[in-house]
C-alpha cells in the first residue's frame, strides 16, 4: 500500500587536510541534517571518530535533530579535538522497519565496538535473510531495522576475508552482491581509518566537492573491476569463505567476484583531485542524499548514478562498479549546482504551495502510516489509546482551532457525531475565548493546528487546562507548544508545510480526524458496516487524491480564463462539502486576494441570492451524497436567476447529464460521504494557486499574512 518515499536524509563530512575541531565537525553535520528536516523524519544520529585510535562514537537520539544537538552537548566529548583529516556520517530517520528509538536511529553498527557504521535509505528486502544467516555465525542484532543487517554483513565478510587485505572498495563489492532492495548508503570503518564509501541503488546521492584550488578536470574516471568472475552454487558458504545468498543483487544467481590475485591492490589515481606541484590537496567532501544539505558549503556536486560505488580517501573521490557493462558512461561530471537552496527544496515545482499541493497523494498516506490496518479495518492511534475510554464517556467535545485548522474541525464534525454519538462543537479559538465559553473537567477539547504555536489556539488551550477539561492536540510539528501541553492527542505527520496557505496540512488534519473518530467507534458493533466502508475509502484515497491533481491543466485554463478578471466567487456546498465550501473560499481570499464566500447551500435563499447574477462566478461543491437533491435545488435557483455555475461533481453523474451541455463542469471521484471533502477541495486548492500565479502575487508569501500568527 505505502508507495516508495524516501524521507529519511543522509548527510556526510570528509575534510582532508582541513583542520577542524570535532566541534566544527559536528556543527557541520548537525547543520547538514537540519537542512534536510523540511523532509521530516523521527529520529536522528552521527557517527564521528573518537580520541582513541580505531574509536568511533556514534550518537543518535529521538526527535528533532535540536534534540541531538543536546544528546551531544551534554556528552563529556572533546569538542576541541583537532583532526587535520576525518570522516563523519549522519542521519536523519523516518520509520519504516521497527519505532522511533535511540536504538533503531541511524547510524547502525556491526559490533558494539563499532567496527563498521552505516547509514542507509531506501529498504533492503531481503534482510531477514542476511539476519538470520549472520545470526547462525553469532551476529547479536540489536535493532529492528533492516539496515542493520548491512553493518553486520560488511563485518562478516571482512572478517572472512582478513588475509585478503580486501580494500573498501573490494570489501564493499562483495557486501553489495548480497544486498536486495534500494539504498543510499554511506559506510565507515575502523579498519579504513579517515575513508568513507557512498554507494546508490534507487535513492538519490550526491558528493559536493570544495577545494581551495580549481579541479583539474571536471570529471571522475569510474573505474572497472580488475576482477574475475567466477560462479559458485548458492546459497552457500565458498570455501574461500564469501557468502553467495540466492539471487545476488546486480549479479547473476550464485555468481561470485573473486580479486584475480592476493594483494591485487591497485589504485588509479583521480584525475581531478591531483594538484600540480603533486602536493596533496586540502579538500572537502559534502555527501547527501539532497542537494539542499549540499548548496550552503559548494555548488560543485557529482550525482552518484545506481550502482556507483564511491570510495573517498586521501583526499580523492574514486568511482568504482562491480562490473564493467557496455554503453555506460565512463565518467561521472562535477557539475555547477546553478540552483539556490530554496529552489532546490522545491524541487520541480515553482512554490512550495504548488509541490504542497502535490504532495498530498504522499503525505494523507504518512498520517495514515502504522496507524491504519486495511486488511483488518482496524485504526490505532499510539497517541490516543490510554485516553480512548475516557474521551468516549465525556459529556461532549468542543473542538477548537483557527484558520484551516478550523475548516478540518467543520468538515469532521458530522462523521464524528455520527461514529461517536458524542455532541461536538466547534469553535473558532478566539471567539470561544471571547464568549469566555463554560468548560467543564469532563469535556474532551481538541485542539487542530498546523503549527503547534496558534496564539489564539494557544491560549484556548490553556483556558480550558484551567478548567481540568482533558486536553487532546492534532497537530502537525511534533514538539510544539500545543503538541507539548496537551494531554495527549495525535501527530499528523504530513511533513512540514512552508507555503502560508495551508494545503496538504488540511487534507492530513481532516485524515487524523476521522481517524480519532474511527478510532472513538470501534467498540461500537451497530457502527461496524458503516466504519469499514470508510476505512475501505481511506485505503483508495490517495490514489483518487492523484486523480483529481490530472485536473490541474483544465482547472488552470479556467482560472486563467474564466475567473481572472472577476471580483468575486461563490462557493455553495452543504452537509460535508460546507467546509470544503469554506476553505476552499478562504484559499481564493489568502493568495489571489479576491473576494470569495463560502456560502451553506441550504442558506443561500436567506440572502445571499439577492447576489446572483449571469456575472457572478458561483461554483458549487454538487458531487453526490444524501443531500445531493437538495443542493441541485440551489442550483436551480441559481440558473432560474440566470446564474451560470461551476459544478463539481462526481464522475458520470446523471442526474447532471442535462445539465452537462450547459454548464461547465469539474468531474472528481466519487468516495465515501464523509471523505469526498479531501478530494473536493484540491480543486479549489488549485483554483487559487493558479488564480495568484496568473496575478503575479507571492502565492507561497501571501500580503499581511503569517504562516503561524504567534500573537493574540
Ligand atoms: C509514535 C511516534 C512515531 C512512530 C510511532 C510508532 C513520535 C512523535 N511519534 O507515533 O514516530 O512511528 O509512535 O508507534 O515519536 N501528543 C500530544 N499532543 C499532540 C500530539 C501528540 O500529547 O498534539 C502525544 C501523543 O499522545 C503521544 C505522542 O505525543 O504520546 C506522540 O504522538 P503521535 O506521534 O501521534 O503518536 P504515534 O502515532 O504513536
Ligand atoms: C494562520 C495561517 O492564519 O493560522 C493559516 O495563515 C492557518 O493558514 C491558521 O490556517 C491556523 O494555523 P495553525 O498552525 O494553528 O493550523
Not at 147 to 164: M, P, Q, S
Not at 404 to 426: D, K
Not at 527 to 548: C, T, W
Not at 580 to 599: Q, R
Amino acid at each position: 500500500m505505502y508507495i516508495n518515499i524516501y524521507f529519511s536524509g543522509i548527510f556526510g563530512y570528509v575534510n582532508y587536510l582541513v583542520e577542524r575541531t570535532r566541534g566544527e565537525i559536528v556543527n557541520t553535520m548537525l547543520d547538514g541534517m537540519q537542512r534536510l528536516e523540511y523532509r521530516g523524519y523521527d529520529s536522528a544520529g552521527i557517527a564521528i571518530d573518537g580520541d582513541k585510535p580505531n574509536e568511533v562514537l556514534l550518537f543518535k537520539e529521538v526527535g528533532k535533530v535540536a534534540a541531538l544537538r543536546k544528546l551531544y552537548e551534554n556528552s563529556d566529548t572533546d569538542n576541541k579535538k583537532v583532526f587535520n583529516t576525518h570522516v563523519g556520517i549522519a542521519h536523519t530517520r523516518w520509520a519504516t522497519h521497527g519505532q522511533p528509538s535511540p536504538i533503531n536511529a541511524h547510524p547502525h553498527r556491526s559490533d558494539p565496538t563499532n567496527e563498521f557504521v552505516v547509514v542507509h535509505n531506501g529498504i533492503i528486502t531481503n534482510y531477514r535473510e542476511i539476519r538470520a544467516l549472520l545470526e547462525g555465525k553469532h551476529f547479536v542484532f540489536e535493532t529492528e531495522t533492516d539496515t542493520e543487517c548491512i553493518a553486520k554483513l560488511a563485518k562478516y565478510v571482512y572478517d572472512l576475508n582478513k588475509h585478503r587485505d580486501l580494500d573498501f572498495t573490494e570489501l564493499t563489492k562483495l557486501v553489495l552482491m548480497e544486498l536486495q532492495g534500494a539504498y543510499g548508503l554511506l559506510m565507515k570503518s575502523v579498519h579504513y581509518p579517515n575513508e568513507v564509501i557512498a554507494t546508490r541503488k534507487g535513492s538519490p546521492l550526491l558528493i559536493g566537492v570544495k577545494t581551495e584550488k580549481k579541479l583539474k578536470v571536471d570529471f571522475v574516471d569510474v573505474e572497472f573491476p580488475e576482477f574475475a568472475e567466477i560462479t559458485v552454487d548458492s546459497p552457500m558458504e565458498t570455501s574461500n569463505g564469501l557468502l553467495a545468498l540466492p539471487q545476488s543483487n546486480g549479479l547473476s544467481n550464485g555468481s561470485l567476484l573473486v580479486p584475480m590475485g592476493d594483494n591485487d591492490l591497485r589504485r588509479s589515481q583521480s584525475r581531478a583531485f591531483v594538484s600540480d606541484d603533486g602536493i596533496p590537496m586540502q579538500i572537502e567532501f559534502f555527501l547527501a542524499s539532497d542537494p539542499s544539505a549540499v548548496v550552503e558549503h559548494t555548488k560543485k556536486v557529482l550525482y552518484l548514478m545506481d550502482d556507483d560505488i564511491a570510495h573517498i580517501y586521501d583526499g580523492e573521490l574514486h568511482i568504482h562498479r562491480i562490473r564493467r557493462e557496455d554503453g555506460q558512461p565512463t565518467i561521472r561530471s562535477i557539475q555547477t549546482l546553478e540552483m539556490e537552496l530554496n529552489e532546490i527544496m522545491k524541487g520541480n515545482f515553482d512554490h512550495f504551495m504548488q509541490k504542497e499541493i502535490f504532495e498530498q497523494p504522499d503525505s494523507i498516506i504518512n498520517t495514515m502510516r502504522g496507524r491504519v490496518d486495511f486488511e483488518k479495518k482496524t485504526v490505532t492511534l499510539g497517541g490516543l489509546s490510554s485516553y480512548l475510554q475516557t474521551i468516549r464517556r465525556c459529556r461532549r467535545i468542543i473542538m477548537v482551532a483557527c484558520g484551516t485548522s478550523y475548516h478540518s474541525c467543520m468538515a469532521t464534525r458530522a462523521i464524528f457525531e455520527e461514529l461517536s454519538e458524542i455532541p461536538i462543537t466547534v469553535e473558532l479559538a478566539s471567539d470561544f475565548l471571547d464568549r469566555r465559553s463554560p468548560v467543564f473537567r469532563d469535556d474532551t477539547c481538541v485542539f487542530v493546528s498546523q503549527s503547534g504555536e496558534t496564539a489564539d489556539t494557544m491560549l484556548a488551550l490553556q483556558y480550558c487546562i484551567e478548567r481540568g477539561a482533558l486536553t487532546v492536540g492534532i497537530v502537525n510539528s511534533v514538539g510544539s507548544s500545543i503538541s507539548r501541553q496537551t494531554n495527549c492527542g495525535v501527530h499528523i505527520n504530513a511533513g512540514p508545510e512552508i507555503g502560508v496557505a495551508s494545503t496538504k496540512a488540511y487534507t492530513s488534519q481532516y485524515v487524523a480526524l476521522v481517524m480519532m473518530a474511527l478510532s472513538l467507534s470501534d467498540d461500537r458493533i451497530s457502527k461496524q458496516a458503516r466504519r469499514h466502508s470508510i476505512i475501505d475509502g481511506l485505503s483508495k484515497i490517495s490514489k483518487q487524491v492523484e486523480e483529481v491533481l490530472a485536473l490541474n491543466d483544465r482547472i488552470r485554463a479556467m482560472a486563467e480564463t474564466d475567473l481572472i478578471n472577476q471580483k468575486s466567487l461563490l462557493l455553495l456546498g452543504r452537509g460535508y462539502q460546507h467546509a470544503t465550501a469554506l476553505e476552499g473560499a478562504l484559499k481564493i481570499k489568502e493568495i489571489s486576494y479576491m473576494h470569495s464566500e463560502g456560502v451553506l447551500a441550504g442558506e443561500l435563499k436567506h440572502g445571499v441570492l439577492a447576489l446572483v447574477d449571469e456575472n457572478l462566478p458561483i461554483i458549487v461543491l454538487a458531487t453526490h451524497d444524501s443531500l445531493f437533491p437538495k443542493v441541485m435545488s440551489a442550483v436551480e435557483q441559481v440558473i432560474a436567476r440566470s446564474g451560470n455555475p461551476i459544478l463539481l461533481c462526481n464522475k458520470g453523474e446523471n442526474a447532471l447529464s442535462k445539465l452537462h451541455k450547459t454548464y461547465r463542469t469539474l468531474e472528481v471521484p466519487a468516495t465515501v460521504d464523509c471523505l469526498q471533502g479531501l478530494l473536493n477541495v484540491i480543486p479549489l486548492q488549485l483554483m487559487s494557486y493558479w488564480l495568484a500565479v496568473k496575478k503575479g502575487f507571492d502565492v507561497d508569501f501571501p500580503r499581511n499574512l503569517a504562516k503561524a500568527v504567534t500573537v493574540e
